[in-house]
């Protein structure tokens, strides 16, 4: 089923997402257009007065409902390149995310590590005295073990403060 796409005179789209210009060129003839694979991995097609947009979006947004007015359209199967109707729902950001995770079982590969399991931590040294008397993964893990404001410790770090606790910190 083909249907117009709104704010789009002679632009339509079908419900299992191809796209359609009713009057290619001003020569009168309809005519399917290209769609191109966005770096997310998402379909685009480009629209004269609004530039690239995505397909999944204008499939959801012409065919389906969303009384709630949900900010997100999600691909119910996971495949971003399915554009079928019937594979899209208008979900809030936190219901994407939860769809992602337990439906998909997509992960960060981080999500859930701390200290220096985790990608973004900076390995850290705690000092008494001028002796190094502990070293962490990161802020979190020494903040936990020590019972120290995780916060009052970065700023030991970052020179901002000349210590947490009774000791200084420097990173690694």
Not at 59 to 72: D, I, R, W
Not at 122 to 136: C, H, L, S
Not at 141 to 149: D, F, L, N, P, Y
Request: aromatic letters at 10%.
């Amino acid at each position: 089923m083909l249907k117009e796409i709104k704010g789009f005179p002679n632009y339509f789209v079908s419900d299992n997402g191809n796209v359609y210009s009713k009057n290619y060129n001003h020569t009168g003839r309809i005519k399917k257009l290209k769609l191109a694979n966005h770096s997310t991995g998402y379909l685009t097609v480009w629209l004269p007065g609004k530039g690239t947009v995505f397909v999944h979006r204008l499939v959801a947004e012409t065919f389906l409902p969303n009384p709630e007015n949900k900010p997100q359209v999600n691909h119910k199967n996971g495949i971003k390149n399915d554009n079928r109707v019937e594979n899209l729902e208008f979900v809030t950001r936190s219901e994407n995310m939860l769809h992602a995770f337990r439906i998909l079982g997509i992960k960060k590969p981080w999500l859930g590590k701390f200290g220096k399991q985790h990608n973004t931590s900076k390995p850290i040294v705690q000092i008494k005295d001028g002796v190094i008397i502990a070293e962490f993964g990161g802020l979190c893990e020494a903040a936990r073990q020590t019972k120290i404001h995780e916060p009052s410790i970065c700023m030991v770090c970052s020179k901002k403060r000349k210590s947490a606790g009774g000791y200084q910190w420097k990173y690694k």
